[in-house]
């Protein structure tokens, strides 16, 4: 293997025409500069240099070597310079994918903080719902995954292999139009909801749903489904049913025609920022991490 350490004294050796004076150019002996020649031509397996008394040439193969030793030195100082930029946040990228209501609510703070910090680094966000979030870190497919985890859950999947940092926790809340019976109740149980026509939202919690229903002894009648949160306001704020919604996704809409109304017994789903251990070393990764949690935090 060639080190560049080597091509270095190969290109003093041949720019000054002696051990001695490369030497002096490079700041070491000439016994020195002599023991890394002797490295290289092993290295390569061919003489690079013909000694006669005081003079020195290139061979053939030294001189072939020497004209490619620049632009490979050239080669390494720029990467060392590039890395150099994105550990000290001078640069960098890092890909974040992040479920929908944490896209609209702690993501752009977040990110706004981090370009006001770090304005070489770059950020991407695409959207995904866990656990489909969580298989695109583990293959490699993102940095940072914004997911979330519904305390008790059955079936929760696990986290062991990856460093988890937790941001908050979200509580579900009931979504009820404003003319409701129980619009203007401080709380209400999920059972006193059990004839509504309700309306579902994403899979994941379309499931969780229907395991808190079938808690307190009911099937939910379910006449709509969408994933959008928005659209499901809209359908509780049009009287055409009700809902359970987690408080981040009701915190980035407007809930025209429909109130909020907390839900007892309580139900929460923790909101985390996850990586893989390597890349929570990267510079990047570990401030957009740092900005996630900031963001978090009660205003």
Do not use: N
């Not at 016994?31 to 053939?60: D, F, I």
């Not at 309580?266 to 990267?282: F, G, N």
């Amino acid at each position: 293997m060639i080190e560049a350490r080597h091509l270095r004294v190969l290109r003093a050796v041949a720019t000054t025409g002696s051990f001695s004076a490369a030497g002096r150019e490079l700041g070491c002996t000439q016994p020195a500069v002599s023991q890394q020649m002797k490295a290289l031509e092993t290295s390569v397996g061919t003489p690079l240099l013909v000694r006669s008394g005081r003079e020195m040439r290139l061979t053939e193969a030294g001189a072939a070597l020497v004209r490619h030793a620049s632009g490979i030195l050239a080669g390494l100082t720029a990467a060392e310079e590039e890395i150099a930029a994105i550990a000290g946040l001078r640069a960098g990228r890092v890909r974040l994918v992040s479920f929908p209501s944490g896209s609209s609510t702690l993501v752009p703070t977040a990110l706004a903080a981090l370009r006001a910090a770090h304005p070489g680094t770059r950020v991407s966000l695409e959207e995904a719902e866990p656990p489909q979030s969580v298989e695109l870190l583990r293959e490699g497919d993102c940095d940072v995954a914004l997911a979330f985890r519904y305390a008790g859950a059955a079936g929760a999947e696990e986290w062991d292999d990856l460093v988890v940092r937790p941001l908050l926790t979200d509580r579900l809340v009931a979504l009820v139009p404003e003319r409701h019976r129980l619009a203007r109740a401080k709380s209400v149980a999920i059972g006193e909801l059990a004839q509504e026509s309700w309306i579902a939202g994403c899979p994941r919690c379309r499931g969780q749903l229907t395991q808190v229903c079938a808690a307190a002894g009911f099937t939910p009648r379910i006449d709509f489904a969408t994933d959008d949160y928005p659209a499901v306001v809209g359908l509780v704020g049009a009287g055409l049913g009700v809902a359970v919604l987690p408080q981040l996704a009701v915190d980035s809409v407007r809930p025209r025609g429909a109130r909020t109304v907390s839900l007892e017994p309580a139900v929460r789903r923790e909101i985390v920022a996850l990586t893989l251990p390597d890349l929570a070393l990267v510079p990047a990764v570990a401030a957009t991490l740092e900005q996630l949690e900031r963001a978090a935090r009660p205003q």
